[in-house]
């Protein structure tokens, strides 16, 4: 039902479209022919020659004689039946005058390699390669804190925060005691060494240990990577746990950004292409980026596969969580010549692609109603799959125009055949529906009401239930006759009356929802 509502409205946005179409077609056919010489020429002349009148808003309405419009009760218009003439009723015959007032020009089909510029939205990404979680390899506390806020710039190696740890302490004084078995039992020392090592001491803080002879009480956190810290975790005097995070550092000298290319798209988007993209917060600089990485998968919610690309972030403009707008210039995805015609050539009827042929063996402007198939959107033009050849010439402007002389001439063209189509969608719905109903099941039950307004209430509610068809309630009888797609909906159907005021023999309603009912429907409700 609702694709029919779309088709309905797409149906009356043609209709609009082409009602000057229709009138401008209407001005040009009566003045088709030597019309320099003929101005002087009467409108009681021209409607005593003609023998068809029309309404130029509704061209399907043809008479004998002069009237209105019983659609829209305009005066009705004399049709010159010679203007359009030509053979087969997909052709329409235009005048040379006719075709300058209307502006029609055209154009010859050809190949090309289309190209195609698409302009993706975008967002500023920390590279998930280049970021470290620096987490706590012992227990202890938090005796100095290096890094004192987010966003803070460190060096590798640098000092994040100082930790006292006893189970490090112990540690060392399992060491000293390996030391003394080192020639005799070399695998214990080498064991209290990388137990160590293990803790994040380095080989050059456990040598320094080893010749002080002297536990450390406290041990340094030393930071992995150059870059900024994007989160910390701890405050100085906290107790952490083995395992902790302590940090979040991400380099930021290299950045993704991630554009949202929606499913059109996506074939005319290569890995290796290069992209250019802007940010609000530089003007007029445009950075340069490529193509590493295109989602396999489509987001199910925002309907887009997120294309990444990577860029070198001189001087850090660009920041995480920034909004970018890509600019990806491609070729076509099949990297060959395509027969292309630009996209003011097409009409739509809503199913179908349209475009008027000229018929190059007549001597006058002779125009052939023409379906085709048309492949990939590429710009200013659409690839054609089937439906023209090379060399073919076709209207590029003016074709809402011809379309209307067509129809007007009682042609084919793209309105009849967005009307062929909503009859026929409307056919199918009949058809869905008679079938639904010929399918229904049948059921019925008491329902307490009194007036009309009762009756239209209660089949309201009735018909709200997903799956019923038809409900017709008796105010006499106080019975609800319900047809339905299955049987099981009569419990569904009693709740909805229920709760719009109404008892059923099922479901008594609501005091609340029953006192709502204006004084004229409340019944008299049993015990």
Same mark, same amino acid.
């Given at each position: 039902?609702? $694709?029919?509502?779309?088709?309905?409205?797409?149906?009356?946005?043609?209709?609009?479209?082409?009602?000057?179409?229709?009138?401008?077609?209407?001005?040009?056919?009566?003045?088709?022919?030597?019309?320099?010489?003929?101005?002087?020429?009467?409108?009681?002349?021209?409607?005593?020659?003609?023998?068809?009148?029309?309404?130029?808003?509704?061209?399907?309405?043809?008479?004998?004689?002069?009237?209105?419009?019983?659609?829209?009760?305009?005066?009705?218009? @004399?049709? $010159?039946?010679?203007?359009?003439?030509?053979?087969?009723?997909?052709?329409?015959?235009?005048?040379?005058?006719?075709?300058?007032?209307?502006?029609?020009?055209?154009?010859?089909?050809?190949?090309?390699? @289309?190209?195609?510029?698409?302009?993706?939205?975008?967002?500023?990404?920390?590279?998930?390669?280049?970021?470290?979680?620096?987490?706590?390899?012992?227990?202890?506390?938090?005796?100095?804190?290096?890094?004192?806020?987010?966003?803070?710039?460190?060096?590798?190696?640098?000092?994040?925060?100082?930790?006292?740890?006893?189970?490090?302490?112990?540690?060392?004084?399992?060491?000293?005691e390996a030391i003394s078995m080192k020639q005799t039992n070399p695998d214990y020392y080498n064991a209290a060494r990388n137990k160590l090592k293990l803790w994040s001491l380095s080989s050059s803080q456990i040598d320094e240990i080893e010749k002080k002879g002297d536990p450390q009480f406290y041990f340094d956190v030393?930071?992995?990577?150059?870059?900024?810290?994007?989160?910390?975790?701890?405050?100085?005097?906290?107790?952490?746990?083995?395992?902790?995070?302590?940090?979040?550092?991400?380099?930021?000298?290299?950045?993704?950004?991630?554009?949202?290319?929606?499913?059109?798209?996506?074939?005319?988007?290569?890995?290796?292409?290069?992209? $250019?993209?802007?940010?609000?917060?530089?003007?007029?600089?445009?950075?340069?980026?490529?193509?590493?990485?295109?989602?396999?998968?489509?987001?199910?919610?925002?309907?887009?596969?997120?294309?990444?690309?990577?860029?070198?972030?001189?001087?850090?403009?660009?920041?995480?969580?920034?909004?970018?707008?890509?600019?990806?210039?491609?070729?076509?995805?099949?990297?060959? $010549?395509?027969?292309?015609?630009?996209?003011?050539?097409?009409?739509?009827?809503?199913?179908?692609?349209?475009?008027?042929?000229?018929?190059?063996?007549?001597?006058?402007?002779?125009?052939?109603?023409?379906?085709?198939?048309?492949?990939?959107?590429?710009?200013?033009?659409?690839?054609?799959?089937?439906?023209?050849?090379?060399?073919?010439?076709?209207?590029?402007?003016?074709?809402?125009?011809?379309?209307?002389?067509?129809?007007?001439?009682?042609?084919?063209?793209?309105?009849?055949?967005?009307?062929?189509?909503?009859?026929?969608?409307?056919?199918?719905?009949?058809?869905?529906?008679?079938?639904?109903?010929?399918?229904?099941?049948?059921?019925?039950?008491?329902?307490?009401?009194?007036?009309?307004?009762?009756?239209?209430?209660?089949?309201?509610?009735?018909?709200?239930?997903?799956?019923?068809?038809?409900?017709?309630?008796?105010?006499?009888?106080?019975?609800?006759?319900?047809?339905?797609?299955?049987?099981?909906?009569?419990?569904?159907?009693?709740?909805?009356?229920?709760?719009?005021?109404?008892?059923?023999?099922?479901?008594?309603?609501?005091?609340?929802?029953?006192?709502?009912?204006?004084?004229?429907?409340?019944?008299?409700?049993?015990?």
């Amino acid at each position: 039902m609702l $694709n029919f509502i779309k088709n309905k409205k797409s149906l009356a946005i043609n209709a609009g479209l082409i009602i000057a179409g229709i009138f401008i077609g209407w001005l040009f056919f009566r003045g088709g022919g030597n019309h320099s010489s003929h101005r002087t020429v009467t409108t009681r002349q021209d409607t005593t020659a003609a023998t068809v009148w029309t309404c130029a808003m509704h061209p399907q309405i043809r008479q004998d004689k002069p009237g209105k419009c019983p659609i829209c009760a305009m005066d009705l218009v @004399p049709l $010159n039946t010679s203007a359009g003439s030509a053979d087969g009723p997909g052709k329409i015959e235009i005048s040379e005058s006719a075709m300058k007032i209307a502006d029609v020009q055209t154009s010859t089909v050809q190949r090309a390699v @289309p190209g195609k510029e698409i302009r993706l939205p975008g967002k500023v990404m920390t590279d998930e390669r280049k970021i470290a979680v620096i987490t706590a390899r012992f227990g202890g506390r938090v005796e100095k804190l290096f890094v004192n806020y987010t966003g803070q710039q460190v060096q590798q190696g640098e000092k994040l925060a100082t930790i006292y740890s006893p189970e490090l302490v112990t540690a060392q004084k399992e060491l000293f005691e390996a030391i003394s078995m080192k020639q005799t039992n070399p695998d214990y020392y080498n064991a209290a060494r990388n137990k160590l090592k293990l803790w994040s001491l380095s080989s050059s803080q456990i040598d320094e240990i080893e010749k002080k002879g002297d536990p450390q009480f406290y041990f340094d956190v030393l930071s992995t990577l150059n870059g900024t810290v994007m989160k910390r975790e701890i405050a100085l005097g906290d107790y952490i746990e083995e395992g902790a995070k302590l940090f979040e550092i991400a380099d930021l000298s290299q950045v993704w950004v991630l554009f949202d290319a929606y499913e059109q798209d996506i074939p005319w988007i290569k890995t290796g292409q290069e992209v $250019n993209f802007e940010v609000q917060s530089v003007p007029g600089k445009i950075f340069t980026g490529t193509v590493t990485f295109i989602d396999p998968i489509i987001d199910q919610e925002a309907r887009v596969a997120y294309v990444r690309t990577e860029t070198f972030n001189t001087g850090g403009r660009l920041k995480p969580g920034m909004f970018a707008r890509g600019i990806f210039k491609t070729k076509f995805p099949a990297g060959e $010549n395509a027969l292309i015609i630009p996209k003011s050539s097409v009409l739509w009827t809503g199913k179908k692609a349209v475009v008027y042929v000229k018929d190059k063996t007549k001597n006058k402007p002779v125009f052939e109603y023409r379906e085709i198939i048309l492949g990939e959107d590429a710009g200013n033009f659409y690839v054609v799959n089937n439906g023209l050849t090379e060399g073919e010439e076709i209207v590029t402007n003016g074709v809402f125009k011809v379309d209307a002389a067509a129809q007007l001439a009682g042609k084919r063209s793209m309105m009849n055949v967005v009307e062929d189509e909503a009859k026929e969608k409307a056919e199918e719905m009949h058809r869905h529906e008679n079938t639904a109903k010929q399918d229904a099941k049948h059921f019925s039950f008491k329902v307490l009401g009194n007036c009309e307004m009762c009756e239209a209430r209660i089949e309201k509610a009735a018909k709200s239930v997903n799956g019923v068809l038809e409900a017709d309630w008796n105010k006499e009888t106080k019975i609800i006759h319900i047809s339905a797609v299955d049987e099981s909906l009569k419990e569904k159907v009693s709740s909805a009356i229920a709760i719009a005021g109404h008892d059923t023999e099922f479901t008594r309603t609501p005091e609340e929802a029953y006192n709502k009912l204006p004084v004229c429907c409340r019944f008299e409700r049993g015990k």
